[in-house]
Every structure is written in structure tokens, then in C-alpha cells.
């Protein structure tokens, strides 16, 4: 019986299980996307810690092969590996590379044996446990765990508006549901059929989505957002975890299927049926108070809010939450995009140990001076450079900061310093295309936002739409009632177009105010302030239009058509 | 013996603080094989009390035996197997499901009994109603006469004791409506105890016996 009813409920009435599988699609969009995204960062993170590191504890700069029995046969150590002018040794026991302890005094013992062989130009550097494997340090772990606790948080949120649109999308099938008890129906199969079409519509839905959100994040990844290789950035580097994609869908149904039975359990609960007329009515039993002279627009509008505006309520739960949401993403990603495409001062950055080699010499400012295309040098000396690098004691360095007199021209000088100012503790970096990248990822999130706008669109849409017309649909009987009592197509359509801009007044205002508190909240940590870029303003008129659009339109369209039907049926 | 017996029988409702008595102390009995009419105003109980001998819905009070099971004891799946066996249900608004065939709506009482449908029962009982080249219809495509005849083989479909018939006619018009209390005086000659709720004295002075009620009251 569950089937024959399904499949024929699907079959003639698709609409109504397209909308389910649409909403939890769109759902489960942005926290896949969300985890996608998290997932390619762990995965560049490892990426780049693990081309950095070699998966090595020390690395033992400017040597030569003939520098390798220098390192052999220290207790507790790898055998030396020599690659590239780098001898490479990893501290055997995995216990004693995760303990700070251990690794300081393996540290000091290379850094003794380098002393001992007076071998100034050979330097060190050691590498904890999790950078060596690649895991990370605590600063992207929280960054990730930040994305997890937002995640969670959109799902939660997601799964509360999902519930909403589930118990309107039941309560249209109230009727059958009457008429199967009627007939005997035990409420087990009248269980079976809905948990049926939820776990299809959501099997679906979750294959969708997973899909949608790789193929978005990839194409996004693969155009914009994508760092590989470069120095200074974190790299991110397409990645889907299938274990992590499971756990945020599953999350996403543990916290929705609560909803549902409790929804289930509503409908079949005697009082719901006996008194489903009185939910579709949705009656308030405060009179309103009717002046008479008024326009009959307004004052049928002032009972309609005033009576009937359960059905607006219930859209209000639902829009201002993911509206909201999406302006704060919006704010957010800007303020990050605004920092991102900011141009660099200097192009390239040249440093150098000063605590182990001595700072620049007069030659390098030369040879630095002699270069055409430099427009400016700024040298800084003895700054105390931050240890990400647990060797014991701290460093102090050189800097050089260059201005080009043609920014198009930092790839090829940087590849000239480099060759330049190569070994003995130098460093240099291309600020220019750091800066280029940042760029492109800021474009990257805009287009990001691109795609979770007509996300949120449809499913806020949809929701809002089925909830209105269900409404709209529900007063036929008022509206017809009204019409015989010769009342003017305009003024009935008027009064339901104020009672529905309203609501959309009232969700256009409480989702602009949400998203901005949320916005100042947020950029507090980073302090920084969010400013309100024409862009910006243009955004939130935008959404301002959209949710005047999603409540007006389609009550505007109902009550049109449900008059209009009502006038041929009286002709008939 | 008695089909249905109802003794002391209340159902209060409650909107707010005020208390609606919709079903107020009734007592009676339909034997078997007979057909009884309920009259009354509307909004008198009438459609509350079928609702309650249908275990549709729960008494406040009283005693309701079905056949001599008092169904007020008997827990929600006792009573869907007491309305898929022994009771047949047409209302008003005849309560066709929109998205199933005539075919389909008819059979569904087998389906829910987990029983396959009768092909010989099926094509009697469409016979019988006149319904056989309506049977891949959708309701939608129907007549009013012709959607109350396809409620009614659905509810005998599964050869039920007992039809509970609420004001099957009062959307039809006069000459449909005297083609269905044909139809339901027919299966009450046949031996089915037909309880019939109606506010057209014409068709309740038909029946073997009449009760009328007024604010959930037998006056």
C-alpha cells in the first residue's frame, strides 16, 4: 500500500515531492560546500607542510654530500639522507618527536655538532611532530574548527527551516491521511509511507548536494580560490573526504529526523485531524477592530493581519534565518575579499638571518642598487623574526623591501634575486604575486557567493511560496465568500498584497539588522571594521527586493487566480 | 444481536476555556441487518457521533459495542482493524483520494488488510454500481453521483457489516441522490446494517427507524 500510494503521489502530484527534494537539496548545499572547503585546506595544509618538511625533524642547509658522516650514528636518530645541498634526519621515536623536550635536545646536539666542526656556513632548522606529517599547527586547526562550529551551526539552523517547510508539505496531505484512518489504516503504514518518502527524498537530496557542492568547489578551486605552491599562503587544494561528507550529512538528518517524527506524530495524532480546520483557518480569537468608512482594502487587510497571520509567521522563521545568514556571508567574505586585494606597498621582500650570517653586506645593497627596474630599496635591520620554527633560541633579521618601477616586472626579479641572494640564511620573497593570488581568491569568494545566493534564493523561495499559496488556497472559501458579497477584485487582492508586504517589511528589516549585529560581532576578533561599500548597499537592497519578491508575488498570483475562479464559477 | 450499541455516550470539546458538548449522554442500539437514520439540525452532533461509533475519534464518556466489542477498549490498531473488517465509511464529501484511481481508491481497504483485491468481488461490486468503464478514472474526472458510487464500493469492498453512511446524498442533486439511498437500501436488503446520518427527512422516513438529535442530545 506504501508504494502504490508513493509512486502514484509522485507521479501526479510532483510538485509537491520535487519542492521536499529541491528544499533538502539546497539544504544540504552550503554546509557540503562549507565542508568541502575545509576539507581541500586540511589537505593543502598537509600538501605544503609536507613539501616543506620533507616529512623530516632537521634539515641541515647550504651541506654537500661529503657533510654526511658528520651526522651518523646519533642515538635516538634516522641515518643522514642528503638531497639538493639539504641533509635530512628524523627523530626515530615518534613519542619522543611529539615531546618538546626531546626535540630541543636533539636540536641542541645538531646544532653542538655544528659548532664542534666550525662549519659556519652549515645552519638548521627543526620541524615539530605535526608539521613534519603534515597535520598542521594550532592556528589551522582552529581555523578549521571554526569552520566545523559554523557548519554545525548553518545545519542546525538549516534542519529547524527544513522541519518548517516539512510540516506544511504534510499538513497537504492531511486529508488522505484522514481518509486512509477512515478506511482502517493502522498508523504504522501511514508512518511508513512519509518516513518512505523522506529517506528516498533525502538519499537523493544527499547525493545532489554531495555532487553539486564538488563539482562547485572544484570549478571554484580550480579557477579562483585554488593555492598550490605559493609561498606565504595557505595552500588549498581540492578535497573531498568521504568520512567527513558522511558525518555533516548524517549530523543534518539526526538533527531533522527529530523533527520529522515529532511532525509525523502531530498529524496522526487525533487532535490534528478532528481539528485540521481550524490549523488551515489559522484563527486568532482577538477581534479586530473594523472602522467602518475605511478603505475595504485596508480594513480587510487590518483582519487579515490581525487573524489570519499564522501562515506569515511561520514564513517570517523561515526567511529571516537563511536571509540573514547569507548577508553575514556576504558581509564577512567581503571584509576578508577587501584584505585580500589589497595592493602591497613593496613588490618583493629580500631577508636574511641576521643572527647567523651577519645582515646584508655593502656588495648585496650594491648588486640591489645596480638592478634598472628597482624604483625603491628600504633596508630595516635586526628584526626580531618569530619563530615558527622550534629551534632552540630566537633569530634576529635583515630586510630588504623593494619597490619596482613596473610592478609586471616582479617574476622575472624575483627569479633574479633569487639566484642572487641564494643559501647563507637569504630569503626571497615575491610580495607582487602573493598579492595577485590574494586577488584571484578574492574574486574566487565573490563568485563563491555567486553560487550560494541563487542557493538560498530557491530554498527560502520555495518555502515562503508553498507556505503562501497553501494560505491563499485556504481562504478560497473567504475569498469567494467576499466576492458574492460583491466585493472588488482589486480591493481583495490589495488586502492580501498589504498583509503579505507586511511580513515582507518586517523580514526585509529583521534580517538586514541580524546580519549586520552578526557582521560588527564577527570583526570584532580581527578588528577591523565592516565598511558599507555601494556594493554592499546594493546587496541588501537586492535581498530587500528578493524577500518583498518571494512574499508579495505569489499572493498577489493566488489571490488573482482564486477571485478569477471564483467569478467563472458564478458565471458557469 | 445488536451491530451497535451505544450507551451513555459523551464527547466533550474544548475551544479555549469554553466547553462544547458536542455528543451529550446517548444511548441506542442498530441490530443487525437494520437501517437507522440520525436527524438533526446542523451542527447538532450528528457527524460526531458517527466519528465516534467509527473510532475515528475518542469519547470523553461512555460505552460504544461494535458486534459486542466495546471499541472504547481497544487500542488505535484494534480499532483500524475493527474500521478495515467490520465497518464501511462514505461521507459527504466523499473522501476519494485525488491521486488513485477509482480502481485503486475502491481496493485500498484490501491493500491496508494486506489482502490482494478479488478480481470476481472487484467486478461485482463495480458492476453493481454502475462503475466499470470509470474504473482508470481519476476522481477528478467524476460526477458527484458517480465519485459517491465509487465511495460506496470502496466501502464494501470488504464485505463490512456495518456502512456508516454520513450524509451521503447532501452533495449531490436529486436524481443522484435518489440513485445512492436506492443503493444503500439495496445493501441493507442484502443484510448490511446501514447507519445513515441525514437531514433530509425524505430519505431518514425510508430507513426501518429514525433518531433525531439537537445540541448532541436524542430528543
Not at chain 1, 222 to 246: C, H, I, K, S
Not at chain 1, 434 to 463: D, H, N, R
Not at chain 2, 6 to 34: C, M, P
Request: charged content about 20%; glycine content about 6%; some cysteine.
Amino acid at each position: 500500500m506504501p508504494y502504490l500510494y508513493l509512486t502514484r503521489s509522485f507521479l501526479r502530484r510532483p510538485k509537491r515531492h520535487i519542492s521536499l527534494l529541491l528544499i533538502l537539496t539546497c539544504a544540504l548545499v552550503l554546509p557540503l560546500l562549507i565542508s568541502v572547503y575545509r576539507d581541500s585546506l586540511s589537505y593543502g595544509t598537509a600538501l605544503r607542510l609536507l613539501s616543506e618538511t620533507k616529512g623530516e625533524t632537521f634539515h641541515i642547509l647550504n651541506a654537500s654530500e661529503s657533510d654526511l658522516p658528520l651526522f651518523e650514528n646519533i642515538p635516538g636518530l634516522s641515518a643522514p639522507r642528503y638531497d639538493g645541498g639539504t641533509v635530512y634526519l628524523h627523530i626515530l621515536s615518534e613519542n619522543e618527536w611529539k615531546d618538546q623536550t626531546a626535540l630541543d635536545r636533539y636540536g641542541s646536539q645538531i646544532l653542538g655538532i655544528i659548532n664542534r666542526a666550525g662549519e659556519g656556513r652549515l645552519s638548521a632548522v627543526a620541524y615539530s611532530y605535526k608539521y613534519a606529517k603534515g597535520i598542521g599547527d594550532d592556528s589551522s586547526s582552529s581555523e578549521k574548527n571554526a569552520l566545523l562550529i559554523l557548519n554545525l551551526f548553518i545545519i542546525l539552523l538549516s534542519a529547524f527551516t527544513v522541519g518548517s517547510a516539512y510540516r506544511t508539505h504534510l499538513k497537504r496531505f492531511y486529508p488522505d491521511i484522514f481518509t486512509l484512518r477512515s478506511l482502517g489504516a493502522e498508523d504504522f503504514q501511514i508512518y511508513l509511507i512519509f518516513i518512505s518518502e523522506f529517506l528516498a527524498a533525502f538519499i537523493i537530496s544527499s547525493l545532489a548536494a554531495a555532487a553539486i557542492s564538488a563539482g562547485v568547489m572544484k570549478l571554484l578551486l580550480a579557477t579562483y580560490l585554488g593555492v598550490e605552491g605559493v609561498e606565504g599562503l595557505e595552500w588549498v587544494v581540492f578535497r573531498m573526504d568521504p568520512l567527513n561528507t558522511l558525518l555533516h550529512i548524517f549530523f543534518f538528518f539526526a538533527a531533522l529526523s527529530g523533527i520529522i517524527f515529532k511532525s509525523l506524530a502531530d498529524a496522526l495524532s487525533g487532535s490534528v485531524i478532528s481539528s485540521r480546520e481550524e490549523i488551515l483557518e489559522n484563527r486568532k480569537s482577538a477581534p479586530a477592530k473594523i472602522m467602518p468608512g475605511r478603505k475595504p482594502a485596508k480594513a480587510l487587510a487590518e483582519i487579515w493581519l490581525t487573524r489570519t497571520n499564522g501562515a506569515y509567521a511561520s514564513c517570517l522563521k523561515t526567511a529571516v534565518p537563511v536571509i540573514a545568514l547569507f548577508l553575514f556571508l556576504f558581509g564577512y567574505l567581503s571584509l576578508g575579499a577587501d584584505f585580500l586585494s589589497e595592493k602591497p606597498e613593496f613588490e618583493i621582500l629580500i631577508s636574511k638571518d641576521a643572527s647567523a650570517y651577519g645582515g646584508f653586506t655593502e656588495d648585496d645593497i650594491g648588486y640591489i642598487n645596480s638592478l634598472s627596474q628597482i624604483k625603491a630599496a628600504e633596508l630595516q635591520r635586526q628584526i626580531p623574526e618569530e619563530l615558527f620554527r622550534p629551534i632552540p633560541g630566537g633569530t634576529m633579521t635583515d630586510r630588504i623591501k623593494i619597490k619596482l618601477s613596473d610592478p609586471v616586472l616582479h617574476s622575472e626579479t624575483a627569479e633574479l634575486l633569487k639566484s642572487r641572494f641564494t643559501g647563507a640564511g637569504y630569503s626571497v620573497r615575491d610580495l607582487q604575486e602573493t598579492a595577485e593570488q590574494g586577488a584571484k581568491t578574492s574574486k574566487g569568494l565573490y563568485m563563491a557567493l555567486a553560487f550560494i545566493f541563487p542557493t538560498t534564493v530557491i530554498f527560502t523561495a520555495i518555502i515562503v511560496i508553498m507556505k503562501l499559496r497553501d494560505y491563499i488556497r485556504d481562504s478560497g472559501k473567504t475569498l469567494r465568500t467576499l466576492s458574492a458579497l460583491g466585493a472588488e477584485d482589486r480591493a481583495l487582492i490589495a488586502s492580501y498584497v498589504i498583509q503579505a508586504a507586511v511580513s515582507a517589511s518586517a523580514a526585509a528589516a529583521v534580517s538586514d539588522i541580524l546580519s549586520l549585529a552578526l557582521l560588527y560581532l564577527a570583526a570584532i576578533p580581527a578588528s577591523v571594521k565592516p565598511s558599507l561599500n555601494p556594493l554592499f548597499a546594493a546587496v541588501y537592497i537586492f535581498a530587500g527586493i528578493f524577500t518583498a519578491g518571494i512574499f508579495i508575488l505569489p499572493v498577489y498570483k493566488e489571490v488573482g487566480n482564486t477571485v478569477s475562479k471564483s467569478k467563472r464559477s458564478v458565471e458557469a | 444481536m445488536n451491530a451497535v450499541e451505544v450507551k451513555n455516550l459523551s464527547k466533550i470539546f474544548f475551544r479555549g476555556d469554553t466547553e462544547i458538548k458536542a455528543v451529550n449522554d446517548i444511548s441506542f442500539e442498530a441490530e443487525d441487518g437494520e437501517m437507522l437514520a440520525i436527524t438533526g439540525s446542523s451542527g447538532s452532533g450528528k457527524t460526531t457521533l458517527l466519528n465516534l461509533i467509527g473510532g475515528i475519534e475518542e469519547p470523553t464518556d461512555g460505552e460504544i459495542f461494535i458486534y459486542g466489542t466495546d471499541i472504547t477498549l481497544s487500542d488505535k490498531n484494534e480499532l483500524a482493524r475493527i474500521r478495515r473488517q467490520k465497518i464501511g465509511y462514505i461521507f459527504q464529501d466523499f473522501n476519494l483520494i485525488p491521486i488513485l484511481t477509482v480502481k485503486e481508491n475502491i481496493i485500498m481497504p484490501l491493500l491496508l488488510d494486506s489482502k490482494k483485491a478479488n478480481k470476481k468481488r472487484l467486478i461485482e461490486t463495480v458492476r453493481y454500481l454502475g462503475l466499470e468503464d470509470r474504473l482508470d478514472h481519476l476522481p477528478s474526472q467524476l460526477s458527484g453521483g458517480q465519485k459517491q458510487r465509487a465511495a460506496i464500493a470502496r466501502a464494501i469492498i470488504n464485505s463490512p457489516g456495518i456502512i456508516l453512511a454520513d450524509e451521503p446524498t447532501g452533495n449531490l442533486d436529486r436524481a443522484a441522490a435518489d440513485g445512492i439511498m436506492k443503493l444503500l437500501l439495496d445493501l441493507n436488503k442484502n443484510g448490511m446494517t446501514v447507519i445513515l446520518v441525514t437531514h433530509d427527512e425524505r430519505y431518514a422516513d425510508m430507513c426501518d427507524r429514525k433518531i433525531s438529535i439537537e445540541d448532541g442530545k436524542i430528543i
